[in-house]
């Protein structure tokens, strides 16, 4: 049968004050022997200390006269104290019990010398060697001997070593007196324990509470008729947290972000796919187990992070959460790792694949370094031209005039190339901001013959443009111009004069255009055509910079037709010329 509510209350009480009240006497007894032992030594290290001051007073060791130390002895109102002067080696110098003290043995192994010798001082209760009498011995080290002092450890000794045994009979009879008051607590209690009781086995039946249950009018029966609130709403809440959660599995599964959350023994207390998808990525083969994760080299970071922030001993008491990040490279994949530490030391881990970013923030290093690069050229050369008319000062006006052209023509290079660095920065980080609509590759084209006109005749080139009226793509009109300016700008300076160009949509479909743009100049090494939409690229570089070239034409060209969801590539055409191949989507 299962005890009643008052029969626990009163055993567990009674278990748990035997418990302390047992803890209180031993505490009691044994700082209660430590106080009387401390008065003890205390004495016997005050006579010792006198002992030592009278003999260094009076000279007593350098003059061989310390049986004067009896003196001592007779003025100190314990009649059973004896005093003992013991040399560094051992040696008995005095001994206020032993007339023959010079035929003593050695002292030096005497428990209470040892630990004066590794102490200072030194105490222990045994029986004398010398006069067979028990004694609470207490050695002092000093500069040049011991000085001990002892006590016959006699019924006086004991009994002024005992604990006083009042406080036991006070501590019981608090226990009986506490144990009445709780009997008589415990049986008023009962009566509504068991109606609440009553309503908690309706509860765990599922069974909603009905208030026909009548609760006694008192502080207990309010706690009944709240529970009964509570209940209901915490029921309520319950299911209501169970769609949330149903919500946020969902929500999780959708994220491109690999999330997983911890508990503070690093067991896997959730997580989504995407996140089982990126650890088996990194590791070299499947992990399934939660501890295998932190065993993956790229985590080590990770793993000795929050190993350091758990074991700290502030940690928690921060508003501020512990957080890291860091990026990972694997297989020419880039991933961001960001971990928080929450209160409970449980944590979060978010992996975000950051590839493209990562290779445009490289990209962009790459490109700030040839930019500096690149503008020393024009720069220096505008420098050189201004130094030689300033120190040759006055020139000829036509010595003047050509180095103010050759400047000026430097500075249109810096512009170019500046304004091709704007525009190629524009195309990959705000390239949503370019306003696109209907254009006419068409138009584009018959503007781009217009526009280099001059040129084509100067260099005898002939323009063929097959592209038909109404070929419609939704882009922007500024970008496509620059395309096709890039493409001729390429094939006039670098494929020679008597040449032909030729710009043709050979083929499309319901999504895209696909042109053709070749000349019939020169060919290009084949070693060279992998690289040649890079940034600053340049298969002949003293050709290009003479030409006015910025080495960004055909990457404006790939990037430009990029944002147009196309592609672009080079090729050698077997009848001599290059040929780009590029395709525009129509919407």
């Known amino acids: ?110 428990p209470e010398i040892q630990k004066a010798i590794d102490l200072g001082v030194g105490a222990n209760i045994r029986l004398s060697a010398t006069t067979n009498q028990e004694f609470y011995y207490f050695a002092k080290m000093y500069p040049q001997y011991f000085v001990r002092a002892a006590l016959v450890y006699d019924v006086e000794v004991k009994g002024f070593l005992k604990t006083s045994r009042i406080f036991i009979v006070f501590i019981i009879g608090l226990f009986f007196f506490i144990g009445l008051l709780l009997t008589l607590v415990t049986v008023r209690l009962s009566f509504t324990i068991k109606k609440l009781k009553e309503f908690a086995l309706k509860a765990g039946n599922n069974e909603l509470a009905e208030y ?50 911890f508990s503070d023994d690093k067991k896997l207390t959730l997580s989504n796919g995407r996140f089982v998808q990126i650890i088996n990525l990194l590791a070299k083969k499947d992990v399934i187990r939660e501890g295998k994760i932190f065993k993956i ?81 024009p720069l220096s050369s505008i420098r050189g031209y201004l130094e030689t008319i300033l120190d040759n000062w006055p020139i000829p006006d036509e010595k003047l005039k050509y180095f103010l052209e050759k400047a000026f023509f430097q500075s249109e290079r810096l512009t170019t190339l500046i304004n091709d660095v704007s525009l190629i920065n524009n195309i990959e980080d705000a390239g949503e901001l370019f306003e696109l609509k209907h254009v006419d590759i068409k138009k584009v084209t018959a503007d781009i013959y217009e526009y280099f006109q001059s040129k084509l005749e100067d260099y005898q080139i002939e323009f063929i443009d097959e592209v038909e009226p109404k070929t419609i793509i939704q882009g922007n009109e500024s970008l496509l111009f620059s395309i096709f300016q890039n493409l001729m700008e390429n094939s006039i300076n670098y494929g020679g004069s008597g040449i032909k160009i030729h710009i043709r949509c050979y083929h499309q479909d319901e999504k895209y255009f696909y042109f053709s743009f070749f000349n019939s100049g020169s060919a290009i090494p084949e070693e060279h055509l992998p690289r040649l939409f890079e940034r600053f690229y340049r298969v002949d570089k003293g050709r290009s910079r003479a030409n006015g070239g910025t080495g960004l034409g055909l990457a404006i060209v790939k990037n430009a037709i990029s944002l147009h969801k196309g592609r672009v590539s080079v090729k050698n055409r077997s009848k001599g010329g290059v040929e780009f191949l590029f395709s525009l989507s129509k919407i």
Do not use: C, W
């Open 1 to 110: 049968m299962k005890k009643n509510f008052s029969g626990q209350i009163f055993f567990y009480y009674s278990v748990i004050f035997v418990i302390f009240t047992a803890t209180v006497l031993v505490y009691q007894f044994q700082r209660e022997k430590e106080f009387k032992v401390s008065q003890l030594e205390n004495l016997l290290d005050n006579t010792t200390e006198i002992a030592y001051r009278f003999i260094e007073q009076n000279n007593l060791y350098e003059k061989g006269r310390l049986g004067q130390v009896a003196d001592v002895v007779n003025l100190l109102p314990q009649n059973n104290t004896r005093i003992t002067v013991i040399d560094k080696s051992g040696q008995v110098l005095f001994d206020s019990f032993v007339d023959d003290f010079e035929h003593m043995e050695n002292h030096i192994n005497r």
């Open 297 to 377: 080299p790229e985590f080590d970071k990770l793993n000795k992070f929050i190993n350091e922030k758990q074991e700290e001993p502030e940690f928690g008491k921060n508003d501020n959460l512990p957080k890291l990040v860091y990026t990972v490279s694997k297989n020419e994949k880039y991933y961001k790792v960001q971990a928080i530490l929450f209160a409970d030391k449980s944590f979060e881990i978010v992996i975000t694949d950051v590839t493209r970013l990562e290779k445009r923030r490289l990209l962009k290093q790459q490109l700030t370094s040839n930019i500096a690069h690149e503008l020393k050229t």
């Open 212 to 261: 026909e249950i009548e609760f006694p009018d008192n502080e207990l029966g309010v706690i009944g008729s709240q529970i009964i609130t509570i209940y209901n709403s915490l029921k309520k809440t319950k299911d209501d947290l169970a769609n949330e959660r149903e919500k946020l599995f969902n929500h999780l599964d959708a994220l491109d972000e690999a999330i997983a959350f």
